[in-house]
């Protein structure tokens, strides 16, 4: 069993920056794959970014590529979400994904963190 807990949401002006966390706890969590989704009332979750294991295979989605930084502390089980230049439309509840080595999709998933972009 994985438990995945985020943390670092809030209200922040329009312009400014936000780090996300992520703390990861079970068993057999190595070689695993992270990412981080987000998702507003009324619409579907949406992919924000994803990390490999070892921090070499990084993605992200078109819409906050260059303003994002996904990152990874192995030797603590975190994953980070650096957001920078936000913008109001960056406003919903994001979520971290893990996906087990091996496997073929997201199984774990934590309870959200709100992140709030006031104009």
């Known amino acids: 069993q994985v438990t995945l807990v985020e943390s670092g949401g809030g209200l922040v002006a329009a312009g400014k920056s936000l780090r996300l966390s992520c703390a990861a706890s079970g068993r057999a969590l190595d070689g695993n794959t992270m990412g981080w989704w987000r998702q507003t009332p009324g619409k579907e979750r949406e992919f924000v970014a994803r990390i490999s294991w070892s921090g070499d295979v990084v993605q992200y989605a078109d819409a906050i590529k260059d303003r994002f930084a996904i990152t990874r502390d192995n030797t603590k089980n975190m994953l980070y979400l650096g957001m920078f230049s936000l913008r109001p439309e960056d406003t919903a509840v994001y979520y971290c994904?893990?996906?087990?080595?091996?496997?073929?999709?997201?199984?774990?998933w934590g309870q959200g963190t709100q992140v709030t972009v006031s104009s």
């Open positions: 994904a893990m996906k087990l080595a091996g496997r073929d999709r997201y199984e774990y």
